[in-house]
C-alpha cells in the first residue's frame, strides 16, 4: 500500500454485513493506513459528510430508507466527493450507476476483489493527491484544495482551501513532485494552481479565493503559454 493515511466510510443497513466489511478492510490493511468509519444508514453517512472528508466510501445499495444508490448521486454534486465503491447483491444497479460508482463489488465479497478495488481506489486518490511529510507524518491534500505555494522566511506555505502547511521542500521540488499541467510559477517565490486563476496581467494573478500573487514580467509568457494549454487541455 502507498504511504498514506486515508479516512475511509463503510455503509450497510446490516449489521453482519458491516461487521465483516470492517473485519475484512482491516485484514487489507495489514500497515494499519485506513481510518475505517462505519455507518448503519445513508442518512448517517451523508450527514458525517457534512463533517469529514472521507477518501474513499464502500456503500451497500439495497438500504432501507435512503438507499446506497440515492446516497451516492447526492455526493456526486459536491466536487470533494469520496471516491465510491458500491457493494451490493446483484448488479442490477451498475447500468444508472455508471458515472456516479467507481467500482462495484457483489456480495458475498472475496479479500481478492476486495483489495483490488481497494488498490485501484487508493491509486485513484494517490494521482488526485498531493503528499507530504511533516514531522513523521503523510499529509494528504486534494490537488483541487490547494491553491498556491509561496516562499516565506525559510519554508514554503502552502494554502489549502481550509489551512496551510508549513513545508521544508523548495519550490523546484515541489513544482516536480505536482501533476504536469496544472500548475505554473508567475514568480519565483509562488506556484499557483491553474485551475484556481482568476485573471492575470502583467504585473499579478487573482485567484477565485481572493489572494492576489505577483507576476514577474520575465515569467509571464510562459505563465500564459501553460494557462491556455490547461484551459484547452
Known amino acids: 500500500m502507498k504511504d498514506l493515511e486515508l479516512k475511509v466510510a463503510i455503509c450497510d443497513d446490516n449489521p453482519e454485513d458491516l461487521s465483516e466489511l470492517r473485519r475484512m478492510l482491516m485484514e487489507y490493511d495489514s500497515e494499519s493506513k485506513l481510518e475505517i468509519s462505519e455507518y448503519s444508514s ?3 453517512f451523508l450527514g458525517a459528510c457534512e463533517k469529514v472528508s472521507f ?27 469520496p471516491i465510491l465503491i458500491f457493494v451490493t447483491q446483484s448488479l442490477k444497479y451498475t447500468v444508472c450507476g455508471y458515472g456516479v460508482a467507481f467500482r462495484y463489488l457483489v456480495k458475498p465479497l472475496t479479500m481478492k476483489s476486495l483489495g483490488e478495488a481497494m488498490d485501484s481506489a487508493i491509486n ?27 516562499v516565506y522566511s525559510h519554508s514554503t506555505i502552502l494554502h489549502t482551501a481550509d489551512e496551510t502547511f508549513s513545508l521544508r521542500y523548495p519550490l ?3 513544482m516536480d513532485m505536482l501533476p504536469q499541467g496544472y500548475f505554473a510559477m508567475p514568480h519565483r517565490s509562488y506556484i499557483v494552481n491553474l ?3 482568476k485573471s492575470f496581467s502583467m504585473d499579478s494573478v487573482k485567484l477565485t479565493n481572493g489572494v492576489t500573487i505577483l507576476m514577474s514580467r520575465r515569467k509571464f509568457a510562459e505563465f500564459n503559454s501553460r494557462l491556455v494549454k490547461f484551459i484547452e487541455r
Not at 55 to 80: C, F, H, P, Q, V
Not at 126 to 147: E, T
Open 42 to 44: 445513508a442518512d448517517d
Open 55 to 81: 477518501d474513499i466510501a464502500l456503500l451497500d445499495i439495497e438500504m432501507t430508507g435512503t438507499n446506497g444508490y440515492e446516497a451516492a448521486r447526492i455526493l456526486s454534486k459536491d466536487e470533494k466527493h
Open 172 to 174: 523546484k521540488e515541489i
Open 195 to 197: 485551475n484556481h486563476v
Open 124 to 150: 485513484e486518490v494517490s494521482a488526485n493527491s498531493f503528499i507530504m511529510n511533516i514531522d513523521g507524518v503523510s499529509h494528504v491534500v486534494r490537488m483541487n484544495d490547494i491553491y498556491y505555494f509561496e
